[in-house]
């Protein structure tokens, strides 16, 4: 069986971008955000909440290294 949510970018600033889903939430917040991209100390950070018991996040990705200026051209992939 697949369920369906609707997904809505719901704010978003300078400091980050929340995606909330129907449904779904954060333990400090029924209806929050379990999506959160943040800019912390001048660096992108992607935030999940995957399990709503937890009050912090339970994924925290730091995206330094995705920036298009630190692709490597060559053949070998990793």
């Known amino acids: 069986m697949i369920t369906t949510h ?3 970018v719901v704010h978003t600033s ?4 929340e995606i909330f889903i129907e449904g779904m939430g954060t333990r400090c917040e029924q209806g929050g955000s379990p999506i959160y991209l943040d ?3 001048g660096k992108w950070v ?3 909440w995957a ?3 937890q009050e912090d996040p339970t ?3 730091d995206l330094e290294k995705a920036y298009e200026h630190l692709l ?3 053949d070998e992939i990793r």
């Open 51 to 53: 399990d709503i018991n």
């Open 6 to 8: 609707k997904a809505n």
């Open 14 to 17: 300078e400091a980050g971008v």
């Open 72 to 74: 490597d051209d060559s």
């Open 39 to 41: 800019k912390h100390d």
């Open 59 to 61: 994924h925290v990705i």
């Open 46 to 48: 992607l935030k999940v």
